[in-house]
Every structure is written in C-alpha cells, then in structure tokens.
C-alpha cells in the first residue's frame, strides 16, 4: 500500500516562508512525475508545481519567482519551499505523485497567510 505524508503547513504572517514536505511510503517503484496542488475554499484544486525524474519543473504563474520544488529520489520525497507568503496563498495543499502503478494524492496541508 503506497501513502503519501504531508507536513510543514501551518499558519504565517504575509511575507513569510514555510517549507512543504511530501513522503511517498511503501513500495512504488519509479516516480516520473511529482508535484503539489492546491485548492482554496470554494475554489478548484490547481497545480502549483512539478518536477519530473528528468529534472523538468514547472510553476503556475501564481508560484513563479517565489516557490521553489525540489526532490529527493533516494529518500522518496518531494518538497516545496514557499517564500514571500500572501493572504491568496492560503489554500490545503496536496501533495501528487505519479507512478506505473497509478497516481496517488496526499491528505493535505493547511497553509493559512495572515495579512
């Protein structure tokens, strides 16, 4: 059974940074497609960002200039490194991984910017 654990949400004053972490755990095999989403209230989830096993990253407009993705095969673990939080940033993120076994979607983390 594959899981995803989220961590690092949490509650930040607009301009402040908080890291997300993603752990894939159980037996999964390679992962050619990581990425996180998020989705605020009343609103559609939507991509944040992406990183292939390539090294391909992509960024919504939204995230671009302040939202870093990065990943760690070995230990099997995507992370998103937010700087220069706002209000509009608050959201549950998810965390989305692909695999030849399927695609798998994380519990979420709440990530509220204060103004």
């Known amino acids: 059974q594959v899981q995803l654990v989220e961590s690092g949400g949490g509650l930040v004053q607009a301009g402040g940074s908080l890291r997300l972490s993603c752990a894939v755990i159980?037996?999964?095999?390679?992962?050619?497609?990581m990425g996180w989403y998020r989705q605020a209230p009343g609103k559609q989830r939507e991509l944040v960002a992406t990183?292939?096993?390539?090294?391909?990253?992509t960024y919504a407009d939204s995230a671009k200039g302040r939202f870093m993705i990065s990943r760690d095969d070995n230990k099997k673990q995507v992370n998103l490194q937010m700087n220069g939080l706002k209000p509009e940033d608050t959201a549950v993120y998810y965390c989305?991984?692909?695999?030849?076994?399927?695609?798998?979607w994380g519990q979420g983390t709440q990530v509220t910017v204060s103004a």
């Open positions: 989305r991984i692909e695999s030849r076994y399927g695609v798998y």
């Open positions: 159980g037996r999964i095999g390679s992962l050619p497609f």
């Open positions: 990183a292939t096993s390539g090294g391909t990253t």
